[in-house]
């Protein structure tokens, strides 16, 4: 059972390390921008790069249980190939997002 699964782990593990590379966009640009914790507004860069990375948080438990209930029931495959195209698409809405709103 733990073969079956061993791709789907490792996606899983790679959008949790997207997840924190976003994050950890948010703290440089609080710090670029002196945008202090707990507040959300402040320059539209920074507003850009906070909204991306909360919109992405947002459908990360919806892709991750949608990728082991694909990859358990039906094609591991086709699970890891759809789900590490998701993280390549997340990865480039981030940067569009957050370089201008109309890059989304």
């Given amino acids: 059972m733990l073969d079956q699964v061993v791709c ?4 899983t593990v790679l959008g949790v390390l997207e997840q924190a590379y976003f994050s950890l966009q948010v703290i440089y640009a609080r710090r670029k921008y002196s945008v ?3 507040a959300t507004t402040g320059p539209p860069e920074f507003e850009r790069v906070f909204r ?13 249980v ?3 209930v694909a990859g358990l029931f039906f094609s591991q495959a086709v699970s890891v190939v759809l789900g590490l195209l998701y993280l ?3 990865y ?4 569009g997002y957050a370089k201008s709103a109309q890059g989304r």
């Fill in 66 to 68: 949608t990728l082991w």
């Fill in 8 to 11: 789907v782990a490792a996606v």
């Fill in 92 to 95: 480039r809405y981030f940067h």
């Fill in 36 to 38: 202090p914790p707990p």
């Fill in 52 to 64: 991306a990375q909360a919109n992405c948080s947002e459908y990360f438990p919806l892709f991750v």
């Fill in 88 to 90: 390549h698409g997340r």
